[in-house]
């Protein structure tokens, strides 16, 4: 009986031996589990944790790679990203603490084939699989025993990598550790997303960046020619254009001073043209050939930029010193002329802000050179031509001069042969006193070529009294119609005051009467001056003083009235140059006035008009009162 206890007892503790044992190798299991599923869920947490701490798709995958290398106690972690533009796997191998990459196409390889398939491999010896390419074991020296490979897939179930871990270290891969790397997969698939799309939003937000900026810098230069040109184009000559264009220069390059350099056209000299914050003005000075920084621009013909001008040997203290003005940095431009040709160039100084010119203020001095080198060629080719057209006309008024130099040289010529035969100290005094006033005419046509040549063309309007005026043309013209048998007439019927320009309407009405002279020469006649007031007839705001010219010669030849007022036409007038009444619509048109003229087999008639101004607009001038008329003979009314 107790020897069966003892046997119970013996079985019982050996059943309880064997329960505890069993209990503690499942004990064990369970702890090296847990063990794992604490590194997988620490691997899963940090690559989480890294996803939402980082957007740098470097930074994840080499994490990535860690912690997929412990969590499956894998020797080595490959990653591979597809290129579809290639049709290639780009790999990021960690080896130890290194990062390395290599490539293979898609179905080339383990890698290649899950890229292809989309589906995970599980491959125990790589050496008897033969979609496995050792080439890289070769290389390497590594021996590949087993491998994992997942896809790696986004929002979209496209692949668009593979993860592949190599050798186990202490065991064999199982089917826990495909589901391990397939969730790290379905990580590192969100985290290359994420970036992918971080990094595809924040370069579209650089372009839309540069774009504005871009968009800016063209809306700053169009508004910046858009000055220029308006400033170019109120310029009317080359200084107002300096002006201009260096002063939108200094603004848009926040300079405090600007310059020209430019060659003259004429003399082949070239002066620099400074605009400063210190003097507010254009000012001129002479440069020599290559002369400072400038000078050295235009020699060259190439841009010109220093920050510091002290230092840089091409500045030039004399220049400094003659224009007053201490030059710290600048940018210099050249100027092109014609057929890409230097002519000139255009420099900014001592830019306001100390780190000096930059890239885009060259850009915008170029801009502006371009600009104001064409403005440059067009005023040249301007002044030129006024030189030429002024040069021209004062030929023409020449020989409108000489032309009426004809009338008071006639008029003098008889009244000193009037003084020759006349014993009346009287009489001759009067003669002397008229032919003098004619020497006065000639001074006054000799003062307005002299105006014409430096570009001052006016009238001098003053009031003047009619009757007399009227009178002094009686006495100048009777004396030598009288010798070609014509009757001469004056017939004021205004006898007030009007605003003209007395010497050029004297040189009017003797051209008038010159070529009635010449119409009627062969046969006598009658030339008649009307003189009245049209009110109200619309040509001008107050009244018309009417001048109206009457002869009762042949008329105006059909073939020449239509061009009867252009130079040099005449109807074959021996000595004629064609030029009188040409001159004559050249005066009224001065002031301001029509001519019109009538024509029969009866004789020609020329009626002028010219404008009065109102009340309010007559200057408030002294003028000579009327004289007392000496002559006997009474105008007619």
């Known amino acids: 009986m107790t020897s069966v206890r003892a046997k119970q007892t013996s079985l019982v ?3 309880a031996r064997a329960r505890t044992g069993a209990e503690g190798s499942k004990l064990a299991a369970i702890e090296v589990a847990l063990a794992k599923e604490r590194r997988v869920a620490t691997a899963l947490r940090e690559v989480g944790l890294a996803l939402g701490a980082t957007l740098d798709l470097d930074e994840v995958l080499e994490l990535i790679l860690v912690k997929i290398t412990e ?61 496995f390419s050792p080439e890289w074991d070769m290389l390497s020296g590594y021996c590949t025993k087993s491998i994992l490979a997942a896809p790696m897939k ?35 698939a969100v985290s290359i997303d994420n970036s ?21 810098r063209r809306v700053r230069d169009l508004r910046l020619l858009f ?35 430019l060659r003259d056209v004429a003399t082949g000299a070239i002066f ?28 060259s013909s190439e841009t010109l930029l220093t920050r510091e001008a002290a230092t840089d040997p091409r500045r030039d203290a004399e220049l400094d010193h003659a224009t007053g003005f201490l030059c710290e940095n600048a940018l210099c431009v050249p100027l092109e002329g014609e057929e890409g040709a230097t002519v000139g160039a255009i420099a900014l100084y001592n830019k306001r802000d100390p780190a000096g010119f930059s890239g885009e203020d060259t850009a915008l001095l170029r801009l502006i050179a371009a600009n104001a080198s064409t403005a440059i060629r067009l005023q040249e080719a301007r002044e030129s031509r006024e030189r030429e057209e002024r040069l021209t006309t004062i ?82 013209l009777e004396p030598q119609l009288a010798r070609f048998g014509i009757e001469f007439v004056v017939d004021v019927q205004d006898k007030g005051t009007a ?67 252009q130079s040099f036409v005449t109807s074959g007038k021996q000595g004629g140059t064609g030029l009188g009444l040409a001159i004559v619509k050249k005066i009224v048109d001065e002031h301001g006035g029509k001519i019109t003229v009538h024509s029969t087999k009866r004789g020609a008639t020329f009626e002028i008009h010219l404008p009065q101004p109102t009340e309010k607009e007559k200057p408030h001038n002294d003028v000579p009162k009327p004289r007392a008329s000496k002559s006997k003979v009474t105008l007619r009314t």
């Open 196 to 216: 992918r799309l971080f990094l595809s939003t924040l370069q579209k937000n650089i372009q839309l960046v540069e774009t504005k900026e871009a968009l800016e």
């Open 227 to 261: 000055s220029l040109e308006s400033a170019m184009a109120r310029a009317a000559s080359m200084e107002e254009l300096f002006i201009a264009v260096l002063g939108e220069a200094m603004r848009a390059g926040e300079a405090r001073a600007a310059a020209v350099a």
């Open 71 to 131: 969590a499956l106690e894998a020797d080595r972690a490959t990653l591979y990203l597809l290129d579809e533009a290639r049709d290639e796997l780009v790999s990021r191998i960690v080896q130890g603490d290194d990062v390395r990459s290599i490539r293979m196409k898609v179905g080339q390889g383990i890698a290649g084939t899950v890229a292809k398939t989309g589906k995970p491999l599980h491959v125990k010896d790589a050496y008897r699989d033969a979609r």
């Open 395 to 476: 030929g023409r008024l020449l020989s409108g001069v000489i032309h009426d130099l004809k009338t008071p040289l006639t008029v003098i010529s008889g009244y000193v042969q009037l003084m020759q035969t006349e014993i009346d100290h009287h009489k001759r005094d009067t003669y002397a006193t008229a032919a003098l006033k004619q020497f006065d005419h000639i001074s006054a046509m000799q003062r307005e070529v002299l105006e014409f040549a430096r570009g001052e063309r006016s009238v001098l309007v003053r009031r003047v009294y009619l009757t007399t005026f009227f009178e002094d043309i009686r006495e100048q």
């Open 154 to 188: 986004n929002h979209l179930g496209r692949t668009i990598g593979v993860i592949q871990v190599l050798n186990k270290r202490d065991a064999e891969f199982d089917g826990n550790d495909m589901e391990v790397l397939a969730a790290l997969a379905t990580q590192a």
């Open 499 to 565: 605003r003209f320009d007395e010497g050029k309407l004297t040189r009017v009405v003797h051209n008038l009467a010159r070529n009635a002279q010449e119409a009627m020469a062969d046969g006598g006649g009658v030339f008649t001056i009307r003189v009245s007031r049209a009110v109200g007839n619309g040509i001008k705001r107050g009244d018309d003083i009417v001048l109206t010219f009457t002869d009762t010669g042949p008329g105006i030849p059909k073939e020449i009235e239509h061009r009867l007022f």
């Open 13 to 15: 503790a050996a059943r």
């Open 272 to 299: 620099l043209y400074l605009v400063d914050d210190k003097h507010k003005r254009l000012r001129r000075f002479p440069l020599r050939e290559g002369q400072g920084l400038i000078g050295h621009c235009m020699r």
